[in-house]
């Protein structure tokens, strides 16, 4: 997008031992000279700092990876003086980006590739928030195929953290998971939030490593 933050310009490489994809994407990347993000899975060696570095690239964060089966899972409550549910992302989309956007601190077109967008076929998304009266204050969405589902976007406006929405509407994305059938949903974690996702019943099984480069000079 050439905004300037790590995730408004950002590659995702599927796999870590595909280093000529990987020397490509960092290049593409700091061409753009704004800052920048590579994740992908595994942990960091020695040949892909080799193919970053070069470039600027450095480590941020080893994000885990987390799991949970659906078998045993129970549907959770919303803290007292919120409410929570699946939101229509056709009507009350761009207010769902707003809180999302606000609660990452990442600029809002980046957050609007969440929102509206065309999904392979097979593939459904769905969007959730929590309430303070009718603010629209956290965020979530699930992403599944039927067999295996995803929790992407949980966000918190800043001055409702510490309350427990985040595990809520995580929450709500996981029981939308289990009743279309998946057997379990997964996530990645920041280290930050990781504790809160154990407490949930999720457990690490990997990580994806996460690398950025801030550029000295960026255009303004």
């Not at 987390?66 to 899972?73: F, G, R, T």
């Not at 690398?211 to 303004?220: A, D, F, G, K, L």
């Given at each position: 997008t050439h905004l300037p933050h790590p995730f408004a310009n950002f590659g995702i490489l599927s796999k870590a031992s595909d280093l000529d994809s990987l020397n490509q994407l960092a290049g593409l990347l700091a061409e753009v000279n704004q800052p920048a993000g590579i994740m992908l899975p595994g942990v960091e060696t020695d040949e892909i700092r080799t193919v970053l570095e070069p470039y600027g690239f450095l480590m941020a964060e080893q994000m885990?990876?987390?799991?949970?089966?659906?078998?045993?899972?129970?549907d959770p409550s919303c803290p007292d003086g919120f409410s929570m549910r699946a939101i229509d992302i056709e009507q009350e989309g761009d207010t769902w980006v707003e809180a999302m956007c606000e609660g990452y601190e990442i600029p809002t077109p980046v957050g609007a590739m969440f929102g509206h967008q065309e999904l392979p076929e097979g593939m459904a998304v769905e969007h959730f928030a929590v309430f303070n009266d009718d603010q629209m204050v956290a965020t979530?969405?699930?992403f599944h195929d039927g067999t295996m589902g995803g929790v992407y976007c949980v966000a918190t406006r800043k001055e409702f953290r510490r309350r427990g929405l985040g595990e809520a509407v995580t929450g709500l994305a996981v029981s939308a998971l289990r009743n279309t059938g998946a057997s379990m949903a997964v996530l990645q974690a920041s280290l930050v939030g990781a504790p809160v996702y154990e407490r949930m019943g999720f457990k690490s099984v990997g990580t994806l490593p996460l690398?950025?480069?801030?550029?000295?000079?960026?255009?303004?």
């Open positions: 885990p990876a987390m799991w949970i089966p659906l078998d045993e899972w129970s979530s969405m699930s690398y950025v480069r801030i550029p000295e000079s960026p255009p303004t």
